[in-house]
């Protein structure tokens, strides 16, 4: 399948919900699913010779434009009775435009998914909460290796269901006065559904500091293929279940494999949720699944 047809980091990715997964003892009696093969999609024959591009103002004016962003970012929490993972979809826009001669990045998520390998727990989060973090933008740096232009995105620090300085550390305080309600249900910070087998139902009341950073490579057809490097933090602020209410230590698995992000341009008219997510199936690849454990 060509790339194009493929799609789009910016996790936003997004949301790590490993720490909640400490739910899953109730659940103990099945075995965790596994991970699935890495990497999760054989980018190799779209990351394409890029010389056509002779230097770096003509490789800039090349990644321009409007792009359907696509990430997945892997977490694992073995702070657990049985170790927790989980994957984190995220979907959005990515835009690069030039600002006095830098070329910026401008990341916006509408929406996330997120699975883990337990079986019947499902986790959701509204898209409110997803939409109500603010645009990240930053310049990135371009440069050129082994033929091909690769593009680095550093990490911007955007603060979720709290108000503060992003550049400090995430706040540890349930009662800190700058929580927010972004996603407007009446609960502090953002908040996480839990489902476990249609018995256990809950929601789990989080903040979040994310740090994310893209390492890309621009592909002869226009995409941007490459993977996420995650460095976030969260807190648990309280719970509707007080078995919800669990400290954790979800980190990222460090197989790039399991961690792509693909950016596909599209045209400036596609610009709300309701439109990209309609195209999911004819611009992004298939999401990943956890796999029955293997003997």
């Not at 018995?199 to 950073?213: A, C, P, Q, V």
């Amino acid at each position: 399948m060509p790339l194009k047809h493929m799609t789009t980091k910016n996790k936003v990715s997004l949301i790590s919900i490993g720490l909640i997964l400490i739910l899953m003892i109730l659940s103990s009696c099945s075995s965790p699913l596994d991970w699935p093969d890495s990497p999760l999609y054989d980018l190799s024959q779209s990351v394409q010779d890029s010389t056509q591009y002779p230097d770096l103002e003509s490789a800039k004016q090349a990644i321009v434009g409007h792009y359907a962003h696509y990430d997945i970012v892997a977490y694992e929490d073995p702070t657990t009775k049985t170790p927790m993972n989980t994957f984190i979809i995220s979907y959005g826009f990515s835009d690069f435009y030039l600002d006095g001669g830098k070329l910026m990045q401008s990341d916006k998520f509408v929406h996330a998914e997120q699975k883990i390998n337990q079986k019947n727990v499902y986790p959701t989060f509204r898209d409110e909460a997803i939409q109500a973090i603010e645009p990240r933008i930053q310049e990135v740096e371009l440069s050129f290796h082994d033929g091909k232009w690769q593009l680095y995105r550093p990490a911007t620090p955007v603060l979720l269901g709290i108000t503060g300085d992003p550049s400090k550390p995430l706040s540890k305080d349930p009662n800190d006065p700058n929580l927010i309600d972004p996603d407007k249900d009446g609960h502090p910070g953002v908040t996480v559904e839990i489902n476990i087998g249609n018995i256990i139902k809950g929601e789990l009341y989080i903040t979040r500091r994310e740090i994310y950073s893209n390492y890309l490579t621009l592909n002869q057809d226009g995409a941007l293929t490459g993977y996420v490097v995650d460095r976030s933090e969260q807190f648990v602020i309280g719970a509707s279940l007080k078995i919800l209410e669990q400290p954790s230590n979800s980190i990222q698995n460090p197989d790039m494999g399991l961690n792509p992000v693909i950016l596909i341009p599209v045209s400036y008219d596609i610009d709300t949720p309701e439109e990209l997510m309609a195209l999911r199936d004819e611009l992004f690849p298939p999401e990943p699944g956890f796999i029955n454990a293997k003997k």
